[in-house]
């Protein structure tokens, strides 16, 4: 093919008197000069898709690279997100069984705080019971203590009572059987022990 420029202008002539060899020689100087114009530009536009090519390489390595970076990053997030993921399960499942314990542990709270409350009810009626126990207890040992204080004092009473008249009988048959002497005796010291008695008892009012 010609580049522009560099064909004769139409209509021109040999010039007089050159030969065919030399017209020629001619033609074949400019198809070669064009031919190593347009072999340059090939080879340029050779080493231009090379470089082309050498890039389109080099961002396809690239983006292969930035596509496995990309993947091993991704695979890394889901593995962390997974990992995360069980974490809160298991934390989820933990505070559920610890709620469970302390409902547990509630409801048993309630229902030591129930027994207690009937256990406290029962021995406040056990306590009742007891002091009134205690009570008539106390009432019916007053009670006998006096009936025996009473009983015992009557006894008392009925046995000096007996003694004294047994006491008195036995003297008044020693006095009957004593001599008329000793009768005399005995009645003579009674008077005067009678009247030393009054003696004392006056010397002691004076």
Same mark, same amino acid.
């Given at each position: 093919?010609?580049?522009?420029?560099?064909s004769?202008?139409?209509?021109?002539?040999?010039?007089?008197?050159?030969?065919?060899?030399?017209e020629?020689?001619?033609?074949?100087?400019?198809?070669?000069?064009?031919?190593e114009?347009?072999?340059?530009?090939?080879s340029?536009l050779?080493?231009?898709?090379?470089?082309?090519?050498l890039?389109?390489?080099?961002?396809?390595?690239?983006?292969?690279s930035?596509?496995?970076?990309?993947?091993?990053?991704?695979?890394c997030?889901?593995?962390?997100?997974?990992?995360?993921?069980a974490? @809160?399960d298991?934390e989820? &499942?933990?505070? +559920?069984?610890?709620?469970?314990?302390? $409902?547990y =542990?509630?409801?048993?709270?309630? %229902?030591?705080e129930?027994?207690?409350s009937?256990?406290?009810?029962?021995?406040?009626?056990?306590?009742?019971?007891?002091?009134?126990?205690?009570?008539?207890?106390?009432?019916?040992?007053?009670?006998?203590q006096?009936?025996?204080?009473?009983l015992?004092?009557?006894?008392?009473?009925s046995?000096k009572?007996?003694?004294?008249?047994?006491v008195?009988?036995?003297?008044?048959?020693?006095? @009957?059987?004593?001599?008329? &002497?000793?009768? +005399?005796?005995?009645?003579t010291?009674? $008077?005067? =022990?009678?009247?030393?008695?009054? %003696?004392h008892?006056?010397i002691?009012a004076?």
């Amino acid at each position: 093919s010609s580049s522009p420029g560099s064909s004769s202008s139409p209509g021109s002539s040999s010039s007089p008197g050159s030969s065919p060899a030399s017209e020629l020689e001619q033609k074949i100087q400019e198809v070669s000069t064009r031919y190593e114009a347009e072999k340059s530009v090939v080879s340029e536009l050779i080493a231009e898709a090379e470089e082309r090519s050498l890039e389109v390489a080099q961002l396809r390595k690239a983006l292969a690279s930035d596509d496995e970076r990309h993947r091993q990053e991704l695979a890394c997030e889901r593995a962390i997100a997974k990992a995360q993921i069980a974490e @809160r399960d298991y934390e989820a &499942r933990r505070l +559920e069984s610890a709620a469970q314990r302390l $409902r547990y =542990q509630r409801d048993q709270v309630a %229902q030591l705080e129930r027994e207690n409350s009937e256990f406290q009810k029962e021995l406040r009626e056990i306590t009742d019971r007891r002091n009134a126990v205690s009570r008539d207890h106390a009432e019916a040992t007053h009670a006998t203590q006096s009936a025996v204080v009473h009983l015992r004092g009557h006894l008392e009473a009925s046995f000096k009572r007996s003694l004294g008249d047994n006491v008195r009988g036995h003297y008044a048959a020693a006095f @009957r059987k004593l001599p008329p &002497r000793d009768k +005399e005796a005995l009645l003579t010291h009674a $008077r005067l =022990q009678e009247e030393e008695t009054l %003696q004392h008892v006056g010397i002691t009012a004076v």
